[in-house]
């Protein structure tokens, strides 16, 4: 892996203000930390895996790498070059090539499609901005498309009413294709989705990764479909990567206690599997006051005094593998002074 | 030779759903919704009713407490509840049996909770609808009930709203809700939808508690194989608004008959093993204004034949307690994904 990789995410950091309701004045009262600091990169034609609980900011930094949403600080790379930089540049074509490069599919195939544009117009539109392909080869494009994920041509004339939660949602990818994108996020694509029909959503993304190679940044609180679609795996907790590895290495082998409480609590399909007795107790603490130290210390049961003073950092503890828990950096601590 | 009749005789059946119809007259056109569903629970068991959205499992809880939204209407069939036709009580005896005799938890906790009350109101409503006591009393059954739903500090959170509760709060506040007049059913529709797997495995573990330590029977309402198989006693699996099969957990899961049953086994991704290409159930879910004729699977169903596209496939007894609707269920050879079953 000498190759620089495709996406590079350094400290990335996203905070919301909240603003008191005064009559005159807005007043900040406080600061949700939505994503705290987020280190990682994703190699060409991979796909990288974001996991965790509702409200642990994987939606966040999606919307921060893209900059539908800017982050507070940090450096987003592509390529090698920093996006922050181009947007901040505010050349109109600058931002458009990037937008090329990364599209985003969205969670909510009902929202995320007008109800008032055909899919024709729906899957057109992004041509109709970027203008790569000539007018006259419009329609030869949309029927490509339409094909590559799965539909048919008469689909073209009708509108998102007319179909379902899987078709929509690829229409949603096939619109997301128009513009011939390097890199996609997929925020929770088949979440909400039957199970006969998820199957085919994930599927159609590991074809499409295979013949356009594609890149993914696949956010899920599902960690079997992660698994099943991922190379590589970060699992965030209030707005930290507490783990960081191979999928193989992380589901054989999870260090972090969250991780192993998270991998435990999926039910597995299978009346013999032993079910866990104890489980993670508690819920996730706000992210407007995270807790001190490790943010996963008051529902940890390894928890020791430490925890609650010092922030644990992101450590390798193997090839590609990292954590961020006191009980693993001390263990590396120990060797080195053996 | 005694401990077998026993062990016969034992488990009466608390509820037996039969030929079930519930139709909605909509613009579209005449949904049916549930088109002749049969479930029987017995007494202490789980039942497990799975299926995918718009299957008809959710009409068919709302049909047994006669609650379907209009203009959802029970057309024809039978729901026999301690011996009783619910479909021809009058509302009055009814209005007896919601909350105190079957209890319900909706799917969305958020919503089903009313804003403006507090969790107090909400839960000593039903005591004293049911149960002839002061508000003093019921006020402390109610606490009584949060503590045995495991919600810390009762006696503050009481008074609390719901939106200043957290979602897997809300939805213990549901179950609580639910339990408060001890039913002998209790009809959980997907319960653990909205939540977290972490919050969903502790409500799950508490809804198995709680149903040991009060002796109820439940139905488990989900789309989700994982829970069922963690839950439920026995299984019933839905389509289009009819039954495809039903019999006990293991098996649904070691011995499917339906290639419904079976192909919903293997269409999940498993977290033990990444599969080359997740084996996939071709089409959509039908439209059930027109469903499609004969067997409403035989469009998506890879072991379907000319028989299968004409006539309607009867539910019918394989083995004992193994109910399945499948012209070809003994004819073609389905492997589950978890091999058959081994009896270690």
Known sequence: MSERPFLEVKNLVKYFPISSRGV????????IHAVDGLNFSVDKGTTFGLVGESGCGKTSTAKAILYLDPPTSGHIYVEGEAIGDIFKSKSRKEILKLRRKMQYVFQNPYASLDPRMTVAGIIMEPLMIHKHVPKNKWHDKLYELLELVGLEEYHAERYPH???????QRICIARALAVEPEFLIADEPVSSLDVSIRAQILNLLGELQDRIGLTYLYISHDLSSVRQISHRVAVMYLGEIVELADTDD?????????TRALIQAVPIPDPKTKRMKSMLPGEVPSPINPPSGCRFHPRCSEAKPECRKRTPKLVQVGPNHLVACHKYRLNIHMCAHV | MKLMEWKL???KELLKIENLKTYFDTFAGLVKAVDGVSLEVREGETLGLVGESGSGKSVTALSILRIVPTPGKIIDGKIIYKEENLLEKTENDLQKIRGKEIGYIFQDPATSLNPVFTIADQLTEVIKRHQNVTKKEALKKAIELLRLVEIPDPELKIWNFPHQLSGGMKQRIAIARALSCQPSLLLADEPTTNLDVTIQAQILQLMKNLKDKLGMSMILITHDMGIVAGVADRIT???????????DTKTIFYNPLHPY???????????ALRKEKLAVIPGT???LVEPPSGCRFHPRCEYAKAVCAEKIPPLEEVESRHYVACHRALEIDLESPLGAETNE
């Open chain 1, 24 to 31: 005159f004045f807005k007043k900040q009262v406080g600061v």
């Open chain 1, 250 to 258: 992380l589901f054989k082998e999870p260090l972090h206690p969250y």
């Open chain 2, 237 to 247: 699996v839905l389509y289009a608004g009819r039954v495809c099969e039903t019999a």
């Open chain 2, 261 to 271: 049953t079976n192909a919903l086994l293997t269409a999940v991704p498993s977290l």
């Open chain 1, 162 to 168: 007319e179909f379902s939660g899987g078709q929509r």
């Open chain 2, 285 to 287: 879910i039908p439209n």
């Open chain 2, 9 to 11: 005789m034992a488990p």
